[in-house]
């Protein structure tokens, strides 16, 4: 199994998934400098963009390329835009995309428990982590 982690198709996962990443970071960082330059620092309009773009591309590439679509891609072109570009670029888009497919297979209390959990979550530990950063700075 250890060899085909490190030569096999393992191997060549992490390596779309790592050039993907680093695809969707730079864009990332690019467009939210654009938006910045071009709307201001007052409201992250970048951030919000970037969500939303990255969310758009997610979706429609997951429509187009899934089972029953009309593309059929190979699963290492899926996994480099899917994780690698969109993840790297939002993960966002990830979180609306597992929210959405809980909710097309009907599993709206998981849903919304997911939307839910992820707000909460992830805002008390960004909260935490700050705090935690104050408190290591002193």
């Not at 938006?35 to 979706?59: D, Q, R």
């Not at 497919?101 to 935490?128: D, H, K, P, R, T």
Request: glycine share 12%; with cysteine.
């Amino acid at each position: 199994m250890l060899e085909k982690v490190l030569t096999g198709t393992v191997a060549i996962t992490y390596l779309w998934v790592a050039v993907g990443s680093a695809m969707g970071g730079c864009a990332r960082y690019a467009l939210s400098g654009v938006v910045a330059n071009w709307m201001g620092n007052a409201f992250p309009w970048g951030t919000l963009i970037v969500n939303i773009t990255g969310c758009f591309v997610i979706g429609i590439f997951n429509a187009l390329t899934r089972p029953d679509g009309p593309f059929r891609v190979p699963s290492n072109i899926r996994i480099f835009v899917m994780v690698g570009i969109c993840g790297g670029y939002t993960t966002f888009s990830s979180f609306s995309l597992e929210s959405l497919n809980l909710m097309q297979a009907g599993e709206w209390l998981s849903a919304a428990a997911y939307i839910l959990a992820s707000v909460i979550f992830c805002l008390a530990g960004v909260s935490f982590g700050h705090i935690a950063g104050l408190l290591l700075r002193s």
